[in-house]
């Protein structure tokens, strides 16, 4: 049974860098995609990152793309996502998330597994 639990959030001034990491202490993940969403209070899910089971393909939405990189390490089971040069909008909760399926890699239908989320917050 996959179980993921989210570490690395915190408060960070504009400009700064956090580390997001997200372990599944459930079962190997080696062979699901892996995401990263944010939610913004009042907003819908969205889609940050995404890297597949290989690791040889990574995705990012427009608006994180050459600040935030995602990468995963099979033997740890675990994925991160460094976020660099960090703006106030990146203010959210991070949800990873994890799925078998290697298509839908931008929405969250294409996710079976849910963590907790871990709260980030950018101030000015």
């Known amino acids: 049974q996959v179980r993921l639990v989210e570490s690395g959030g915190g408060l960070v001034q504009a400009g700064g860098a956090l580390r997001l990491s997200c372990a599944d202490s459930?079962?190997?993940?080696?062979?699901?995609?892996m995401g990263w969403f944010r939610q913004a209070p009042g907003k819908e899910r969205e889609f940050v990152a995404a890297?597949?089971?290989?690791?040889?393909?990574?995705y990012y939405a427009d608006s994180v793309k050459g600040r935030f990189t995602i990468s995963s390490v099979s033997a740890k089971n675990t994925v991160y996502l460094q976020m660099n040069s960090l703006k106030p909008e990146d203010t959210a909760v991070y949800y990873c998330?994890?799925?078998?399926?290697?298509?839908?890699?931008?929405?969250?239908?294409?996710?079976?597994?849910w963590g907790q989320g871990t709260q980030v917050t950018v101030t000015v």
């Open positions: 998330a994890a799925a078998k399926r290697s298509d839908l890699v931008a929405t969250t239908a294409g996710y079976s597994y």
């Open positions: 459930g079962r190997t993940f080696s062979s699901y995609k």
């Open positions: 890297i597949s089971w290989s690791g040889g393909s990574t």
